[in-house]
């Protein structure tokens, strides 16, 4: 947490209440730290995983004149630190965020190139009166930010800032976006005024004024030279560093390819406690595929969750995300780490990001063998003007020139089309987020629809709204190896025909787990994570109905809300397939109205 402000005297109490909203990140220790020559304070809650005894935050150089926060870890910082100490930077705890502040000492801005982990983090240069904000490469911790004038805010999570006196209000623009295809764009959250430091960029304030940038991104160019051993290896390394903990670590554990194998590569260091879900429903209960697969070394924990369930913890899954959810997958998530910060732990390794590096998800299967249709947008058809607004319920034939899971996206989005106040321009909507793409250009077309995955529903979703925000909720770091970004790197150079095929997906990383994890699981193809559907039960039917009658869903910007009445009457009576099929459409209408409720938003 950062504020720069010219009102110095109230910063104290600000960054206090500020850090008290946020309790839940780190229940281990707080601190504070006011800048004596400038209206900048810096607040710290600490969650103790590495140096519990004496890594308080924030932290300082031996001169104090740079002072730092940080949110996360940092890996290999063993090797990094001695290099730093045998040329004279002297270390006051044994905690891996202290590398940061010598780091900077030694290279500026290019300590960014040396840092590997999860991690956000804001840092004071007092001499040069400058203020760095810079996240990690992939978005896997957050960082947002909102000016007021002449003062800047940075927090891990939107409710500190609104606890330090920032209105709680819509941003239409970015709801609009995120009913038509479910995710964010990168600096977006659902806030007015709020925006995100988007992955690998780094923000810098100075007398000059305030400059962002971004500091990484993977080369693409093909190297049909790797082999499956330098993927084993790469992996084997990305675990082992994630493995460096000061408290016990866990794993979580689905029965795929993924969480298994890093749970098996975790396990040749000891015993592991597994955690997995089970939904009470067939098709989505994971617990019988994670017994019958589960490694000698695995201690497994299942956590049960009901439909009753998603609907009873939806309220305070949405208050800790702070976003909204197109599946109950946001209260599996919420209920998994609850059970993981009961039994004990703090740190869980997981899975997440394999299939971002390896394609493993069936719409990047589509856009590579589709490959004439799927990219035309870039060879010049262009969208529809916006007096061509297409009707409801229909799917218009340019959506084909998109990535797949764009085109899949917007033709469910567009159920909102009826819904909604304002025009439903699709074009308009899509506005900026092509843009992401521009870094993939040479790439064939399924590593750049992954790569536009990535940034927006890897960094917006799976990470920010289903990972940190209902992980730390419960006080837990999740680690994720397949987004180390060596490993990432070497995977990006990985032929596309290496990793897709008409027998599968990722099959060199198959390859490379060839005798680590159970033939079954090895060749398993993908599954995603996701819950039931609500159904038809009587509780949850009685939930729906009393959310989308409450005055809040009647509140609600850009819909209409006898318009979403009608619909959720009509939904009761529809097949279960096709409710189903509706059921982004309900759960982005139910977390809207439980977030606009919970943040009195305006």
Known sequence: MAIHSAQRDVLQPRLEAALAAMRHRGPDGSGIWLSPQSGLGLGSVRLAVMGPEDGRQPLANESGTIHAVVNGEFYDF????????????????????????????????????????????????????????????????????????????????????????????????????????????????????VRQIPPAHVLVMDEN?????????????????????????????????????????????????????????????????????????????????????????????EVPVTRRDLVSHLAESVRQSEGLAINGQLVGKHLLARAIHAAGFKVVLAGEGADEAFLGYAHLQEDHTGTAASFALQRGVMLPAADEAEEPWRTPPWLSALPTF??????????????????????????????EMDATKRASCARQSAWLWTRMALAQYILRTLGDGAEMGSSVEARLPFLDHVLFELAARIPADALLSADGSKMMLREALRGLVPEAVRMRPKHPFLAPTLGHDPQVRDFIQDTVH??????????????????????????DAERARLDPVLMQILTATLLHHTYRMT
Not at 97 to 117: I, K, T
Not at 210 to 225: I, N, V
Not at 556 to 565: E, F, T
């Open 78 to 193: 063993e090797r990094l630190r001695a290099g730093l100490e045998s040329r004279g930077h002297a270390f006051a705890t044994r905690s891996d965020s202290e590398l940061l502040v010598h780091l900077y000492e030694e290279h500026g801005l290019g300590c960014l190139r040396h840092l590997r982990g999860e991690f956000a983090f804001l840092l004071w240069d007092e001499p040069n009166k400058r203020l760095i904000a810079a996240r990690d490469r992939f978005g896997i911790k957050p960082l947002h930010v909102t000016r007021r004038g002449a003062e800047w805010l940075f927090a891990s999570e939107i409710k500190a800032l609104i606890a330090a006196g920032v209105e709680a209000r819509w941003d239409e623009s970015a709801l609009l976006h995120s009913f038509a295809h479910q995710y964010l764009r990168p600096r977006e959250t659902l806030f007015a005024g």
């Open 209 to 301: 004024g305030a400059h962002e940038s971004c500091y990484w991104r993977p080369g693409f160019e093909p190297d049909a030279g790797i082999t499956s051993a330098e993927v084993r290896a790469a992996l084997e390394e990305a675990v082992s560093l994630r493995l460096r903990s000061d408290v016990p670590v866990a794993c979580t554990l689905s029965g795929g390819l993924d969480s298994t194998a890093v749970a098996a590569l975790a396990s040749q260091h000891g015993a592991m406690d597994c955690f997995c879900v089970r939904f009470d429903a067939p098709g989505y209960d994971e617990g019988p595929q994670v017994r019958a697969d589960a490694l000698e070394h695995f201690r497994v924990h």
């Open 406 to 435: 764009l085109h899949a996206k917007l033709a469910t989005g567009r159920h909102f089309a009826g819904l909604t106040r304002v025009p439903f321009d699709s074009q308009q909507i899509l506005d900026g987020t092509l843009a």
């Open 550 to 575: 409450s005055m809040a869903c009647r509140d609600l910007p850009l819909l209409d809300h006898r318009a979403v009445l009608a619909w959720s009457t009509r939904l009761e009576t529809l097949p």
